[in-house]
Structures are given as C-alpha cells and as structure tokens.
T-cell receptor
Framework: AQTVTQSQPEMSVQEAETVTLSCTYDTSESDYYLFWYKQPPSRQMILVIR??????QNATENRFSVNFQKAAKSFSLKISDSQLGDAAMYFCAYRSAWTGANSKLTFGKGITLSVRP | DVKVTQSSRYLVKRTGEKVFLECVQD?????MFWYRQDPGLGLRLIYFSYDVKMKEKGDIPEGYSVSREKKERFSLILESASTNQTSMYLC???????????FGQGTRLTVV
C-alpha cells in the first residue's frame, strides 16, 4: 500500500519570503501522480500543483514549484514571494496511474502554514 | 465550473441514529470518494466508487456504508452513529482518466 508522510505539522513564513514544505511517499509502482492541495479556512480543497512521475521536469505554477526526487521518493513544495492568502493547510497526495479501483487519492497528514505580515 | 455539493455544512445527530450524508456532482464524473478529516490525521479514505453501483472500501470503512444508485450521487451512511464518528467529512469526484479530483465544501458532523 502507498503511504504519504508529512512530518512537519506546522510552519511559518514571513510575507514575501520563500518557504518549502516537505513530503515523502512510499510506493512500489513506477507510474503515478503526486499533488499538493491547499485547504484554507473556508475548508474548500484546492489543487495547487500536480506532478507526473514519468516527467523528470519539476512542475511549476506561478509562485508554486515542486522539487520531485523520484529515487528518494521526495516531493516538496516551494512557495515563493509568500502572501497572506497562502496561509492554509497544505496536503501532499499520491495517486496511482492505474484507473478504476486504483483511482483513490492517498493523503498525508497535512501541514499548517502561517504567513506573518 | 465543476460543482461538488454536499447536502449539509453542519450536522448534529444523536448516538445510535442512522445518518445520511449526501454528495452530488454535476460533471458526469465516474469516480466519487468519501474522506474523513481529523486534526493530526489528515484525510483518510472511507469508501470510493468508480462507477454506478460499484464501490471499494478505503482505509477506514468500519461503521460506514455507501450507496451509488445514480452516477451523480454518492451517499455515505452511518448505520448507527457513535461519538467517535464526530468529524469533518469531505466528498470528492473525478473523471476516470483524469488525475484531478474536485472536492465539496465538507460536512462537519457532531454526534452527541
């Protein structure tokens, strides 16, 4: 079974600074997807960024980028130029590339990010 | 925009009651999921369905059942609610071939 580990329960960053959130995972599969989701106080889960395991290039979405190390099974999220609106809980998630009964998302425990003005 | 709607945002039920949590999506998604979210535990999968009438147990199915009679609706049933089922419940859906899941706004259930 796949597992996703987020070992830091909380982090804090100064507005306009850069912060990196860590995630490791365990799987025996070679083809899969990794995600970072954001959950603000409104509770609405929002997809931040997605990485396909077969792609060596790290995904980037505006101020958000990932450092994907497949051999180390590491998937960290870097937030540049942090803004007050980035304050939220962030979840790392894994999904097999197989469909049907293997379509489930497996989440880590999440990390609460606070942004200091 | 994809919309995943959960029937209640807050719900208070008594111990022993049968509780229904409803989730409806409007984008013809094949996959639907029910997660439970607890502080320090993240999101844990209760059940998911990849087609009408098809269901798979997730990591914590005990005390729960599900129903998917129509493609757009996925119901989570607490057969006899207990206080340890007090939690936030999140529904999600996705296309079979898509990697992106869309979430509802969550139902905070309190069992007293």
């Amino acid at each position: 079974a796949q597992t996703v580990t987020q070992s830091q329960p909380e982090m804090s960053v100064q507005e306009a600074e850069t912060v990196t959130l860590s995630c490791t995972y365990d799987t025996s599969e070679s083809d899969y997807y990794l995600f970072w989701y954001k959950q603000p106080p409104s509770r609405q889960m929002i997809l931040v960024i997605r990485q396909e395991a077969y792609k060596q290039q790290n995904a980037t979405e505006n101020r958000f980028s990932v450092n994907f190390q497949k051999a180390a099974k590491s998937f960290s999220l870097k937030i540049s130029d942090s803004q007050l609106g980035d304050a939220a809980m962030y979840f790392c998630a894994y999904r097999s590339a197989w469909t049907g009964a293997n379509s489930k998302l497996t989440f880590g425990k999440g990390i609460t990010l606070s942004v200091r003005p | 925009d994809v919309k995943v709607t959960q029937s209640s945002r807050y719900l208070v039920k008594r111990t022993g009651e049968k509780v229904f949590l409803e989730c409806v999506q409007d984008m013809d998604h094949e996959n639907m999921f029910w997660y439970r979210q607890d502080p320090g535990l993240g999101l844990r999968l209760i059940y998911f369905s990849y087609d009408v009438k098809m269901k798979e147990k997730g990591d914590i199915p005990e005390g729960y059942s599900v129903s998917r009679e129509k493609k757009e609706r996925f119901s989570l049933i607490l057969e006899s609610a207990s206080t340890n089922q007090t939690s936030m419940y999140l529904c999600a859906s996705s296309l079979r071939e898509s990697t992106e899941a869309f979430f509802g706004q969550g139902t905070r259930l309190t069992v007293v």
